[in-house]
């Protein structure tokens, strides 16, 4: 079955980065767009990054660009978030998500996506 499954979370001092990483198994990892979502507490799920299958476009939500890099790594089937410069506001639980279908503005919505990975907690004290 399919699977997808972060790492790289933990916590960091404000101005610190981390990269995340989601590992995908069980998929035709070429054939989908791949993306990363947060969510705080009391919050909806939003938008982060995403990357196209072929890896030539990339997405960010206004909040990261500048600050996060998304990439993928086809011989390994995985896709990374580097996050740098993070702030107390970046706090949240990030999930991957996989996407066979869409493309451009679409992939910035929760629900074009097929899977999902179990997330991971990133935390960033002031």
């Known amino acids: 079955q399919v699977q997808l499954v972060e790492s790289g979370g933990g916590l960091v001092q404000a101005g610190g980065s981390l990269r995340l990483s989601c590992a995908a198994s069980?998929?035709?990892?070429?054939?989908?767009?791949m993306g990363w979502f947060r969510q705080a507490p009391g919050k909806e799920r939003e938008f982060v990054a995403a990357?196209?299958?072929?890896?030539?476009?990339?997405y960010y939500a206004d909040f990261v660009k500048g600050r996060f890099t998304i990439s993928r790594d086809y011989a390994k089937n995985t896709v990374y978030l580097q996050m740098n410069s993070l702030n107390p506001e970046d706090t949240a639980v990030y999930y991957c998500?996989?996407?066979?279908?869409?493309?451009?503005?679409?992939?910035?919505?929760?629900?074009?996506?097929?899977?999902w990975g179990q997330g991971t907690q990133v935390t960033v004290s002031s």
């Open positions: 069980g998929l035709s990892f070429r054939s989908y767009a």
């Open positions: 998500a996989a996407d066979s279908a869409s493309t451009g503005w679409n992939l910035r919505d929760v629900n074009e996506y097929d899977y």
């Open positions: 990357i196209s299958w072929s890896g030539g476009r990339t």
